[in-house]
């Protein structure tokens, strides 16, 4: 497996590139779900248009990350499904919605991953987990009531994407989250009572957050029912980073 980038997602997949011979992972792209930079948007794109090139001409499978965060998933009620509609409200997931599109007019063999929120250690500071824990370090936290999080630890991450592979999975869509999205006050309190301390709330505007399905995930992986996904799930990921997570970083 060829994988672009030298970034966090990156790394991790490294550890399995040996496995998987003629694919390739584009983990080079925008990582910031309040990233709104048009020149970033235009990298990733002339990414993604360069490796479809390189998958024509060769036969290679493109692994794609998508996002399944609030900003793709927009309608509260049912959760949102790979094959659903989407109503992309933010500039970053309007980008990566527009991105899918390109890759299944382009023909090639390509198979697209929305995540989750991924936590794990190496991350960039303006990443969901080290920005929040800065911001209690400093005091300070600014919550968007209404907000809630899908958390998955890295490792079941790379475990997924294995699984995926492995089975041939391709020319489809998937969400890999962990099927729990808890709500941000939840992770700010139990990021406070790790910390033992108690930081002041900023209240933003009110937000609407769309669950995630992990339904089609938990029929091409089956081994997904034992990986103790559930309501505190998210604890444990954050148990397990906490103390990973850099000492400052801006607002997520």
């Known amino acids: 497996m060829d994988v672009i980038g030298t970034g966090f997602l990156a790394g991790h997949l490294s550890t399995i590139a040996d496995a998987h011979p003629g694919v390739v992972v584009a983990a080079a792209g925008v990582s910031a779900a309040q990233h709104t930079s048009a020149a970033s948007f235009r990298r990733e794109t002339a990414l993604v248009d360069d490796l479809v090139r390189r998958c024509a001409r060769s036969g290679e499978r493109l692994v794609f990350f998508s996002t399944a965060s609030s900003g793709l998933y927009t309608r509260p009620g049912q959760p949102g499904t790979e094959d659903g509609p989407v109503w992309p409200t933010t500039p970053y997931g309007r980008h990566k919605h527009a991105l899918e599109q390109r890759l299944a007019a382009s023909g090639i063999d390509c198979l697209t991953l929305r995540l989750g929120h991924v936590v794990g250690p190496d991350q960039p500071p303006h990443q969901l987990l080290p920005a929040l824990t800065a911001q209690v370090r400093s005091g300070r936290v600014r919550i968007f009531p209404g907000s809630r999080r899908d958390l998955i630890d890295v490792t079941d991450v790379v475990t997924i994407i294995d699984a995926l592979l492995c089975a041939g999975t391709s020319r489809t869509t998937v969400n890999v989250a962990s099927g729990c999205a808890v709500p941000i006050e939840r992770i700010v309190r139990h990021i406070e009572a790790r910390l033992g301390t108690a930081a002041h709330w900023d ?3 009110p937000a ?3 669950d995630i399905s992990t339904a089609k995930l938990r029929g091409l992986v089956p081994r ?3 990986m103790a996904f559930g309501p505190d799930y ?3 990921v954050l148990d397990k980073y906490l103390w990973a997570a850099p000492a400052a970083g801006p607002f997520p």
């Open 203 to 205: 209240h933003g505007s």
């Open 208 to 210: 609407v957050t769309q």
């Open 224 to 226: 997904v029912d034992h």
């Open 234 to 236: 998210y604890r444990r």
